[in-house]
């Protein structure tokens, strides 16, 4: 499978912005798909992942802002981003695994980044 992800841009702190991580090849419902994200000289941060039957966890710095979803029809997760601030700035990856974890390497399959911007 080879992901693409792609809605990053430059957004206002407290504005929203969706991401979206399209597969091709094998069906993402094969996979839990995860995204990750990585600031400026920070290491890789766990964000969301998402099942084949929409269980979902949120990391705890995004929980009750962000959203994952998956649309098994466009073959493609979403991550909804409300309420944004400065710190989520980061390029944000979608990777998928066989299972849901929060350490990216025990990721092999993963997209280019998409850059999300937030200004204060």
């Known amino acids: 499978v080879q992901l693409q992800a792609s809605g990053g841009g430059l957004v206002q702190a407290g504005g929203s912005l969706r991401l979206s991580c399209a597969a091709s090849g094998r069906t993402v419902s094969s996979y839990v798909m995860s995204w990750f994200r990585q600031a400026p000289g920070k290491e890789d941060e766990f964000v969301a992942c998402i099942n084949w039957n929409g269980t979902n966890t949120l990391g705890d710095s995004v929980k009750g802002r962000f959203t994952i979803s998956r649309d098994s029809a466009k073959n493609s997760v979403y991550l909804q981003m409300n309420s944004l601030k400065y710190e989520d700035t980061a390029v944000y990856y979608c990777?998928?695994?066989?299972?849901?974890?929060?350490?990216?390497?025990?990721?092999?399959?993963w997209g280019q980044g998409t850059l999300v911007t937030v200004s204060s």
């Open positions: 990777a998928a695994a066989s299972e849901c974890t929060t350490s990216p390497d025990l990721y092999r399959i």
